[in-house]
């Protein structure tokens, strides 16, 4: 059975202090990593995809890794705005649209 | 585009009553996603969608959650009858098989159950 995990399932940051979030993930054949933000009341929403071990994409300032066992995304310099539940999730050969989802950090950033 | 709309936002209802959540995807796209969402055991995707067609619905708790998919603007998710622990926020997603990026899933702003 595929499984996500996520730790921590909490973090909570000074503004500027810089940290990583790690997803550790147990997929057949994985075909995509996937990561998304989660705003209180919202709908995910989309930030990266990783194919390959050694793929890293940036976005302002986050940076998301992949290593064959776990993903992490980093966080650089926080602001409070970045305060948010940050969710990974796995697609598995042969049917990358479905996704397995791990339960997600929640990032609280104080000024 | 104004992104995948669900609705109702919020639903209350009693144990036994039935419950139908409405989903319209992003125009264009062909795949259509119905996930639960629940402090205990986070987002689970529960049917999805290709083409109107239902592809994999293996994530259906039981035979009272039904799904439907009557055309590529509309899906519906239906509870018959519903218990209180059917509460949670359930999440409709679309994506484009043709896209660049084309696993990307876009979700809607949910819809939050409560089943007393």
């Known amino acids: 059975e595929d499984q996500v995990t996520q730790s921590p399932e909490a973090l909570r940051l000074q503004e500027g202090e810089s940290s990583s979030l790690n997803c550790s993930y147990t997929?057949?054949?994985?075909?995509?990593l996937f990561w998304y933000r989660q705003d209180p009341g919202k709908g995910p929403e989309f930030l990266f995809t990783?194919?390959?071990a050694g793929e890293e994409k940036e976005k302002e300032r986050l940076k998301a890794t992949l290593t064959k066992k776990e993903s992490f995304l980093h966080i650089t310099a926080p602001k409070p705005e970045d305060s948010a539940t940050y969710l990974c999730?796995?697609?598995?050969?042969?049917?990358?649209?479905?996704?397995?989802f791990g339960k997600g950090t929640l990032l609280t950033v104080n000024p | 585009d104004a992104g995948v709309i669900q609705s109702p936002r919020h639903e209350v209802t009693e144990m036994g009553q039935e419950v139908t959540l409405r989903c319209k995807p992003i125009?264009?796209?062909?795949?259509l996603f119905w996930y639960r969402q629940t402090m205990m055991r986070g987002l689970e995707l529960l049917i999805y969608?290709?083409?109107?067609?239902?592809?994999?619905d293996s994530g259906m708790p039981e035979d009272r959650f039904s799904a439907k998919m009557p055309n590529a603007s509309f899906s519906t998710l239906k509870i018959q009858p519903s218990e209180p622990r059917d509460s949670a926020v359930y999440f409709c997603?679309?994506?484009?098989?043709?896209?660049?990026?084309?696993?990307?899933?876009?979700f809607g702003p949910g819809t939050r159950l409560t089943v007393t």
């Open positions: 969608f290709n083409n109107n067609v239902p592809i994999d």
């Open positions: 999730a796995a697609g598995r050969g042969g049917s990358n649209y479905k996704l397995t």
């Open positions: 997929v057949s054949g994985l075909r995509g």
């Open positions: 125009s264009g796209h062909d795949y």
């Open positions: 997603a679309s994506s484009s098989s043709l896209a660049a990026s084309s696993y990307e899933q876009y």
């Open positions: 990783l194919y390959s």
